[in-house]
């Protein structure tokens, strides 16, 4: 068998939080964020129509991510090229370019980084922001008004199956070790040691039934564990949309093209169709 094989490690998915006080002053309800990326763009517009603006809903251009939850095919179905430059795939980038002449995505997003998209969102400058329970501690500490008014909801996804992160450890067959190496990934993968693992850090083990621990069902009244309660319900039947080849030359190859989209300097068909040329050429060249 040809392929490369690893041990499934740990997983990891968060939801998004959102800045009620935002929404409610936009004349939006609080208690009913967007759930599909259709509800999210219109709630979005309307954001920033009503604050001039001033306010962004979102601070991150989409990521490969966002095109699997968007319900747009990544690949082929034979898995040997990448075709998210579909009608779908088009749409959504369309999309993304009135957020961002609108001002409904931040408009330093084509630089964002996850540091830098969690400022905005901790001033009030951005409306939603993905995260994890770790988060939580931070609003706490360095904006209690932003924790006071603090929402928490799914990821949004027009495919009713959130993202994942998958990390897997893998075993080099060159390895001059390897009883060893294949004992110490065993160790490292098996289910107590990943228990104990998730109990130090903000991940959720991959072995089977440890969802199932109180740990991750029971409610004890603190917001970190409603954050993770609610994050390990939804890995039940989350789907990592990043393709396993999807390397981050690809990521930038994307991110890159998705700018010039997003700044008029190509049209979203012209920038996706580049995308996946170069994304492809990368793929035969790594294959």
């Not at 898995?79 to 995505?105: C, M, P, Q, R, V």
């Not at 897997?168 to 289910?191: E, L, R, W």
Request: glycine residues 6%; proline residues 5%.
């Amino acid at each position: 068998m040809t392929g490369t094989y690893a041990f499934p490690w740990y997983l990891n998915t968060g939801p998004l939080f959102y800045n009620k006080s935002l929404f409610t002053q936009a004349g939006l309800n609080a208690d009913q964020p967007p759930k599909t990326y259709d509800e999210l763009f219109a709630q979005a517009l309307q954001l920033a129509k009503k604050t001039d603006g001033k306010v962004a809903t979102l601070a991150n251009v989409p990521t490969v991510e966002d095109f699997g939850r968007y319900g747009v095919e990544l690949m082929n179905k034979a898995g040997t090229a990448f075709a998210f430059n579909d009608a779908k795939g088009i749409e959504l980038l369309t999309k993304y370019k009135e957020l961002y002449d609108a001002k409904a995505l931040d408009p330093q997003a084509l630089t964002a980084t996850p540091e830098s998209s969690g400022k905005k969102f901790l001033t009030g400058a951005v409306a939603m922001n993905p995260g994890s329970a770790l988060d939580l501690d931070n609003f706490k500490k360095q904006a209690p008004t932003l924790y006071k008014n603090i929402g928490i909801t799914d990821q949004i996804t027009s495919t009713g199956h959130v993202n994942m992160y998958v990390m897997g450890v893998m075993v080099n067959s060159k390895t001059k070790h390897t009883p060893a190496a294949v004992a110490f990934a065993h160790y490292v993968t098996d289910a107590q040691q990943q228990m104990s693992f998730a109990k130090k850090v903000a991940i959720f083990p991959s072995t089977a039934g440890s969802l199932d621990d109180p740990y991750f069902t029971k409610e004890d009244g603190t917001d970190e564990t409603r954050v993770r309660i609610a994050a390990a319900k939804s890995l039940k039947n989350a789907v990592n949309y990043t393709p396993v080849l999807f390397s981050e030359q690809m990521k930038t190859a994307l991110r890159n093209e998705v700018a010039k989209a997003l700044q008029g300097k190509e049209s979203p068909k012209a920038a996706l169709d580049n995308a996946v040329k170069a994304c492809n050429t990368l793929l035969q060249q790594e294959g």
